[in-house]
């Protein structure tokens, strides 16, 4: 079977996971990325990762790249695809655009004149009324289009709706976390059922679900409905059943996964959503407070997201996060326990050392996963003992080494692929710029540079507590704080009142005509 490349995207922070789930499905020349990983193999491996992959958001198949710096540039290098190989007039196609470029800064934009240059591939060869179809929603070709800087990949989306929508939740509580993202922490933890695990704030139940089909070797994308591959012309309906059946990697799971929460309502949503996937005789729920925790398992693993006081608010969320430091010390110990939160202070109040710390991002937030290993004595007689901190376990402190290649290298490896690689350019890309137009864009570059550091320097606190910060000039508006309007003096020239002050010299409320300043 011919292998091709592919990219399997995911959340910042699991690239190394995701690389190494790559590797044991036998992927070939597996290399992570920014948010990605970039590898190669066979349909077969096509469908296995979509099946088994449980860090990963969407498998997409690269199909073009070229090198483009405007939007006709953009949609002459479109048309240059043989887009009979993935469509046909009788078909629908919608397009995914994500851009990170000065030149592309409107996503919706470069979706349009890449849908306009399709369209108008099938117009020129085959008449003016016949054309594929556009749909928004469950068209039968998903295109991706991903620009970073000048370069443009035209990929096809296998997957459809992203993986992290495994099909297992029936409800869910309010702010859950993302199962992507819970998987991932699992793996980063080197939990894989060897022993028991704890989820003492449990919400919806994600953390146990995904952690029970670690532990019994269960691939997510079994409870999903469809995937984008199977409306595709090359679709092996045999060959993906036989995956789909395949049932050598699954495990015997025999510690047990306990769920707890203070919600009634939270625990009711996570038993529906533990029944759904099946795994209800694996785990342990239980309605109980943090506080009346008073013994746990020996030697097992403690997983979990407390309340950030974003989207789910505790009246005292310093105190929540000091009781949860106390129970780690007294009741959990021997374990590894794994947070993941949003605010240094709250956890300072947990009040231990954490043995490792790694950015991960929740949604919009800029979170951190930490690992406290909870020991018996000081922390002299641990080392003494043999005990280490940091790298207990396994993909704990991987980071990530992202290659990164010139423009002219990834255009040439992309032609050696035979997925083009050319270079559209438009026509006064290479003219001399007046002294004038050299003027306006180098004021352009430079009022973007001050715009980026601006917004860097606008910490959290800041957001927060002036909400005139969020804009660009917030120098000039900082400097408008607290400043009352100007008024003239009572010998001056007579000026309209402001709203709610009075001219010198005014007497009683004679003045009923509404001011302005000056």
Same mark, same amino acid.
């Given at each position: 079977?011919?292998?091709?490349?592919?990219?399997?995207?995911?959340?910042?922070?699991?690239?190394?996971?995701?690389?190494?789930?790559?590797?044991?499905?036998?992927? %070939?020349?597996? +290399?992570?990325?920014?948010?990605?990983?970039?590898?190669?193999?066979?349909?077969?491996?096509?469908?296995?990762?979509?099946?088994?992959?449980?860090?990963?958001?969407?498998?997409?198949?690269?199909?073009?790249?070229?090198?483009?710096?405007?939007?006709?540039?953009?949609?002459?290098?479109?048309?240059?695809? +043989?887009?009979?190989?993935?469509?046909?007039?009788?078909?629908?196609?919608?397009?995914?655009?994500?851009?990170?470029?000065?030149? *592309?800064?409107?996503?919706?934009?470069?979706?349009?004149?890449?849908?306009?240059?399709?369209?108008?591939?099938?117009?020129?060869?085959?008449?003016? $009324?016949?054309?594929?179809?556009?749909?928004?929603?469950?068209? !039968?070709?998903?295109?991706?289009?991903?620009?970073?800087?000048?370069?443009?990949?035209?990929?096809?989306?296998?997957?459809?709706?992203?993986?992290?929508?495994?099909?297992?939740?029936?409800?869910?509580? +309010?702010?859950?976390?993302?199962?992507? %993202?819970?998987?991932?922490?699992?793996?980063?933890?080197?939990?894989?059922?060897?022993?028991?695990?704890?989820?003492?704030?449990?919400?919806? @139940?994600?953390?146990?679900? +995904?952690?029970?089909?670690?532990?019994?070797?269960?691939?997510?994308?079994?409870? #999903?409905?469809?995937?984008?591959?199977?409306?595709?012309?090359?679709? $092996?309906?045999?060959?993906?059943?036989?995956?789909?059946?395949?049932?050598?990697?699954?495990?015997?799971?025999?510690?047990?996964?306990?769920?707890?929460?203070?919600?009634?309502?939270?625990?009711?949503?996570?038993?529906?959503?533990?029944?759904?996937?099946?795994?209800?005789?694996?785990? !342990?729920?239980?309605?109980?407070?943090?506080?009346?925790?008073?013994?746990?398992?020996?030697?097992?693993?403690?997983?979990?997201?407390?309340? =950030?006081?974003? &989207?789910?608010?505790?009246? $005292?969320?310093?105190?929540?996060?000091?009781?949860?430091?106390?129970? %780690?010390?007294?009741? *959990? @110990?021997?374990?590894?326990?794994?947070?993941?939160? =949003?605010?240094?202070?709250?956890?300072?109040?947990?009040?231990?050392?954490?043995?490792?710390?790694?950015?991960?991002?929740?949604?919009?937030?800029?979170?951190?996963?930490?690992?406290?290993?909870?020991?018996? @004595?000081?922390?002299? $007689? *641990?080392?003494?003992?043999?005990?280490?901190?940091?790298?207990?376990?396994?993909?704990?402190?991987?980071? /990530?080494?992202? #290659? =990164?290649?010139? !423009?002219?290298?990834?255009?040439?490896?992309?032609?050696?692929?035979?997925?083009?690689?050319?270079?559209?350019?438009?026509?006064?890309? @290479?003219?001399?710029?007046?002294?004038?137009?050299?003027?306006?864009?180098?004021?352009? &570059?430079?009022?973007?540079?001050?715009?980026?550091?601006?917004?860097?320097?606008?910490?959290?606190?800041?957001?927060?507590?002036?909400?005139?910060?969020?804009? &660009?000039?917030?120098?000039?508006?900082?400097?408008?704080?607290? &400043?009352?309007?100007?008024?003239?003096?009572?010998?001056?020239?007579?000026?309209?009142?402001?709203?709610?002050?009075?001219? /010198?010299?005014?007497?009683?409320?004679?003045?009923?005509?509404?001011?302005?300043?000056?």
């Amino acid at each position: 079977m011919q292998t091709f490349e592919m990219v399997a995207k995911t959340f910042q922070g699991l690239e190394d996971v995701l690389a190494e789930e790559l590797r044991n499905l036998g992927a %070939l020349n597996v +290399e992570p990325g920014l948010r990605m990983v970039s590898f190669e193999g066979d349909l077969e491996m096509l469908y296995k990762a979509n099946l088994c992959c449980r860090t990963a958001l969407r498998i997409l198949k690269p199909i073009y790249k070229f090198i483009a710096d405007a939007p006709d540039a953009l949609y002459e290098g479109v048309k240059e695809f +043989e887009w009979s190989k993935v469509l046909s007039p009788d078909k629908t196609f919608s397009i995914d655009t994500v851009a990170n470029s000065e030149e *592309f800064t409107h996503s919706r934009f470069v979706t349009y004149r890449v849908k306009d240059a399709i369209v108008d591939w099938f117009r020129d060869r085959l008449g003016p $009324d016949v054309r594929p179809g556009v749909r928004l929603q469950d068209a !039968d070709v998903m295109i991706n289009v991903h620009i970073s800087g000048e370069r443009v990949t035209l990929s096809l989306d296998s997957s459809g709706e992203s993986l992290h929508k495994r099909g297992y939740r029936v409800a869910q509580t +309010e702010a859950p976390i993302n199962e992507v %993202l819970a998987a991932g922490i699992i793996l980063k933890s080197g939990w894989r059922g060897d022993c028991p695990l704890v989820d003492p704030m449990c919400g919806s @139940g994600t953390f146990l679900i +995904e952690a029970a089909m670690i532990a019994t070797g269960t691939h997510p994308g079994i409870y #999903r409905r469809r995937f984008a591959f199977e409306s595709w012309p090359d679709f $092996d309906a045999e060959l993906f059943d036989s995956i789909y059946n395949d049932d050598s990697q699954e495990r015997t799971f025999t510690h047990r996964i306990i769920g707890a929460d203070i919600s009634p309502k939270a625990i009711a949503i996570a038993r529906e959503n533990i029944k759904s996937a099946g795994m209800m005789k694996y785990i !342990d729920l239980e309605v109980k407070p943090l506080a009346r925790w008073e013994e746990a398992p020996a030697d097992g693993v403690l997983i979990t997201n407390p309340p =950030y006081g974003e &989207r789910i608010s505790v009246d $005292d969320m310093e105190g929540l996060y000091a009781l949860l430091g106390s129970k %780690l010390k007294h009741v *959990f @110990g021997g374990y590894h326990a794994w947070i993941i939160g =949003y605010r240094e202070e709250y956890f300072h109040k947990i009040g231990l050392a954490p043995s490792v710390k790694m950015p991960l991002l929740n949604g919009s937030l800029e979170c951190e996963l930490r690992e406290y290993i909870i020991f018996d @004595g000081n922390m002299r $007689d *641990f080392r003494s003992e043999g005990g280490k901190l940091k790298g207990e376990r396994a993909g704990a402190d991987c980071k /990530p080494k992202f #290659r =990164y290649k010139s !423009d002219e290298k990834w255009a040439a490896d992309a032609r050696r692929s035979g997925m083009g690689g050319k270079e559209h350019r438009s026509a006064d890309k @290479g003219r001399k710029l007046s002294a004038l137009e050299e003027r306006y864009h180098a004021g352009n &570059r430079q009022d973007r540079k001050k715009d980026r550091k601006e917004r860097r320097e606008i910490s959290r606190e800041e957001f927060s507590e002036n909400p005139l910060a969020r804009r &660009r000039n917030e120098a000039a508006l900082k400097s408008l704080i607290g &400043r009352k309007p100007s008024l003239p003096k009572s010998e001056g020239p007579m000026m309209r009142p402001r709203r709610g002050w009075k001219r /010198p010299g005014a007497q009683g409320n004679q003045s009923t005509e509404n001011d302005n300043n000056e």
